[in-house]
């Protein structure tokens, strides 16, 4: 969300006239686009919108999330009046609709959704985006289609919680909802589109039309990001999390027998408050069940204004950090073990441009990174033979022209 709404940004600056400098030195605007979601990203940059102007007194422009579009206005106006604020709390334009400057030519962030209903105990998104406001199903369209115009063949829908989508709008001349169900097949269509993705979905709304519309519609990725949070039903029940570990673990389950191919990811917090060492066995016991092929492992950090920050029993820092080695060791084991199940298989990757390792680097349809030897020609669909796994990558040979989009779903039979 952050890069997308970066992009935006840049868009909007050079629709104005201005151009990208080499030197930060020669820059004459800088913007930095802050982060409020941990307390890590936060301190970088003294995240609380309004103080910023007393503690940072070079600064011309404080722009809030939902104000994104008035950028340029205020930094002209800074130039003649002074220091600029404008941290409305209602969004009038869409991130998506403004122009953007994107990094990557062939893969491209669309916004369906912004904010959230939910009230998770430790999270401020609902404070700093508000509530979910969808994006009318032809709008988004209508950008997928004008990306895929430009050469984008692969696209990521965006929202805080994109399963929702639509249940704040009708479809126009009709009092139906748009189901996220929809948008995925409706999408699916876009001629030049071919592959979609989506983050992040709440798992208590990733309903059996979700799971059938990925299943059934070829261009879709066979991975999901599905947050868990905690293992543990006491903690979640804290969390105001409105699914157990049971459930939980039975989607995953019913997922895969779906689409057999699929990956997950998840996200885990460790040392949420009043968390027990017995309380996190139970989120070790679910990653060992449910054998995520990636996770991203988060401390947790008070966040003013929710209702986790204001509980007692917050979990000293040393004990938060042994247990989030403990997560990361076990996680990385699993990870591999995901990725070593792939040797020597063919894999269709979207090339992404020169790798760490001196070739070129591409993704998967199930979003692993893959290292390979070859002229890296950003956008190209190749298939490669995977030779070497390792947590966070793999590393394959033999490029050749891709076949066809799914390469990497089993054959039905094989998966059956
Ligand atoms: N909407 C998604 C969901 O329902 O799971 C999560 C979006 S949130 C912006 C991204 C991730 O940041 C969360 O899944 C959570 O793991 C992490 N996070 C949010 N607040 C946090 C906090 N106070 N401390 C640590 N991690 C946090
Ligand atoms: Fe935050 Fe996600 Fe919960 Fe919404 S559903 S409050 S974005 S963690």
Known sequence: MNEHDSERIAGLLTAGGMVPTEEL??????????????????????????????????????????????????????????????????????????????????????????????????????????????????????????????????????GQNVNTYGRDITVPGSSRRPLFADLLRAVNEVEGIRRIRFTSPHPAHFTDDVIAAMAESENVCEHIHFPLQSGSDRVLHLMNRSYRQARYLAWVLRIREAIPEVAFSTDIIVGFPGETEGDFRETLRVVEEARFDSAYTFQYSPRPGTRAAGLEDQVPKEVVQERFDRLVALQEGISLERNRALQGRTVEVLVEGEGRKGGAQGRTRSNKVVHFEGEPRPGEFLDVTVTGAHPHHLDARDARPARSVTVDREPAAAAS
């Open 25 to 158: 030195g020669d820059a004459e605007v800088v913007v930095f686009n802050t982060c409020a979601i941990r307390e890590n990203a936060d301190n970088r940059l003294y995240g609380q919108q309004g103080r910023i102007l007393q503690r940072a007194p070079w600064v011309d422009v404080v722009v809030g999330t939902h104000a994104i579009g008035s950028l340029l206005d205020l930094v002209r106006l800074a130039e003649r009046e002074g220091p600029q604020m404008d941290v409305r709390e209602y969004t009038e334009v869409f991130p998506s609709a403004l122009p953007a400057v994107r990094g990557d030519r062939h893969r491209a962030w669309v916004s369906v959704s912004v904010g959230c209903d939910n009230r998770c105990t430790f999270c401020i998104v609902p404070l700093v985006r508000g509530p979910q406001r969808s994006r009318a199903i032809g709008d988004v369209l209508a950008e997928v289609q004008g990306l895929a115009g430009q050469g984008v063949v692969e696209v990521t829908l965006l």
